[in-house]
């Protein structure tokens, strides 16, 4: 008779699979609480300690670790020698193995977990036993996600067997599965040690979407969410209307959502291209809205919008006069969901917003490697700023002068941003010199200088950057300072009675 081990900590369909297992022959060995289960459903089993001839102690840590076990499932049948010393040992085979793993991810999400609940859903048996199974898969059929049940079942109503394809297919995702298990549990104790740059990093991602293409239509993409869900992500998002996501919609989103955590006030973002083309803040979400869209007016068509409030009815009637990708927000009233949602291709998604701050790091691929840092969510406040030139900002350019810097960070360098209280109104963006991005961002803004300021991401190596800016109306620059012709800048900036602070700290990004 053939044997089958099963173990479970999910006990979703394991009723009615061990059920038809025995109609195809199998004699079931079983555990603990998945025991109990089957025995209360009337399957027939044979507790673990019957097989190995000792029994479970240490609170069930000791249990499956024992060599009738292990023999049974890693002995192979092609080779006299294992098969004679099993005989010698009394040793079964053991042909199948269904087993999932404790919860140690959903353990350790819960609120106020302890270290002692983490360590005790660690599991040591489960995965010896997978593995072992699935390094035999040559005579082993393993099984570790119930979704695979209906596929075995099928193979041996057919042809009393699993094929050879079946088993390796099984055999991987097991090792896929341990291992994403093991790297779980690294991330949490070397959290928990605080080691900052391991000699390893194991990181372990959840298939969210296989995804039609990638940046281009001969580039395959899929999406892939972290393990251990953040609330304030793309990856989070919950879609309510409209297509399907595609790899460049989550890349802008993305950086929409990065921008959207700098403002406390309601806010608007429009992105196109991983740049923005328009910030806005006001008193309501819908005059944010306003802000962001007259600051481009050109440029929004076709964007990514995130508004850190409630889309209302006013609002979605400003936003349905244009062609939208996609609009991330908290909430969607009723209304407003009902006229947005005509557009069948425009794509709604709400998240959390109230953890938006978390501290998160970032990974980003280079051939052949990963570069790992912190997020920037350094935030510096215009009561840090310094003063380096003979005029003072006026408390109205010390709000633009905060407000375009929030902005800048977000730009890609080199980076220009002319920004007024309430709205950027001119960006330069990833230009090979700071002056080009320069004339690019007072070229946009022409129309819009009123009360505008200019902040810039980095250093002005030449004071080129800010006579032009001086000559174009801008009366007030925030820059980080620390260029060894800092000098030269503020020397410039005295000329033309421009105010300029130095805020301590670099914004690039790349």
């Known amino acids: 008779m053939k044997r089958a081990l099963i173990s479970v900590s999910d006990k979703n369909g394991i009723v009615s699979f061990s059920d038809k297992l025995i109609e195809n022959g199998f004699e079931i060995i079983s555990t603990g609480g998945t025991k109990k289960v089957l025995d209360e459903a009337g399957v027939k089993t044979i507790s673990i300690d019957e097989v190995t001839g000792f029994p479970e102690m240490m609170d069930g840590r000791v249990k499956t670790l024992h060599p009738k076990i292990h023999g049974g499932l890693l002995g192979r049948r092609d080779l006299i020698s294992h098969m004679e010393a099993m005989d010698a040992h009394d040793i079964q085979p053991i042909d199948l193995v269904c087993v999932n793993l404790y919860p140690f991810k959903e353990t350790i999400l819960k609120k106020e977990v302890t270290e002692a609940d983490a360590i005790e859903n660690i599991d040591i048996g489960g995965p010896s036993m997978l593995r072992s199974a699935a390094k035999n898969f040559a005579a082993v059929t393993v099984v570790v996600d119930p979704l695979d049940y209906e596929t075995v079942l099928q193979e041996f109503a057919e042809n009393n067997e699993t094929s050879l394809a079946t088993r390796k297919n099984l055999a991987a995702k097991v090792f896929r599965h341990t291992a994403a298990y093991d790297a779980l549990i690294a991330e949490y104790l070397t959290a928990a040690v605080k080691v900052a740059e391991p000699e ?301 602070v130095f805020t301590g700290g670099r914004h690039f990004r790349h």
């Open 200 to 500: 390893k990093l194991t990181l372990t991602y959840d298939l969210k979407q296989t995804l039609r293409y990638g940046e281009n239509s001969h580039q395959k993409a899929a999406f892939y969410q972290d393990a251990i869900p953040v609330s304030y992500s793309i990856a989070s998002g919950k879609q309510l209307h409209g297509k399907e996501l595609s790899y460049n919609n989550i890349k802008d989103a993305d950086a929409a959502l990065r921008i959207a955590r700098e403002f406390s006030e309601p806010t608007v973002v429009a992105l196109k291209h991983m740049n923005p083309c328009g910030i806005g803040t006001g008193k309501t979400i819908f005059e944010a809205y306003n802000y962001a869209y007259e600051a481009d007016p050109v440029s929004i068509f076709g964007g990514i919008i995130v508004a850190n409030r409630e889309v209302d009815l006013a609002t979605a009637e400003k936003m349905h006069e244009l062609f939208l990708e996609i609009i991330i927000a908290p909430s969607f009233s009723a209304e407003a969901f009902e006229l947005l949602s005509k557009k069948k291709n425009l794509r709604l998604l709400t998240l959390d917003f109230s953890n938006s701050n978390s501290e998160q790091v970032e990974i980003v691929s280079v051939l052949g490697g990963l570069l790992f840092q912190d997020q920037d969510i350094l935030t510096e406040k215009a009561e840090g700023y310094e003063v380096v030139t003979d005029r003072q900002p006026t408390k109205e350019e010390l709000k633009a002068l905060e407000f375009a810097w929030k902005a800048v960070k977000h730009v890609k360098s080199n980076a220009i941003v002319v920004a007024n209280q309430h709205q950027t109104v001119g960006i330069g963006a990833g230009q090979m010199n700071r002056v080009g991005s320069v004339k690019i961002a007072l070229e946009q803004a022409a129309d819009k200088m009123i009360g505008a300021v200019l902040a810039s991401d980095a250093y002005f190596p030449m004071d080129d950057s800010v006579e032009y800016a001086a000559e174009h109306g801008i009366k007030a620059i925030v820059q980080p300072g620390g260029s060894i012709r800092d000098k030269d800048s503020i020397a410039m900036a005295n000329k033309y009675g421009v105010a300029m």
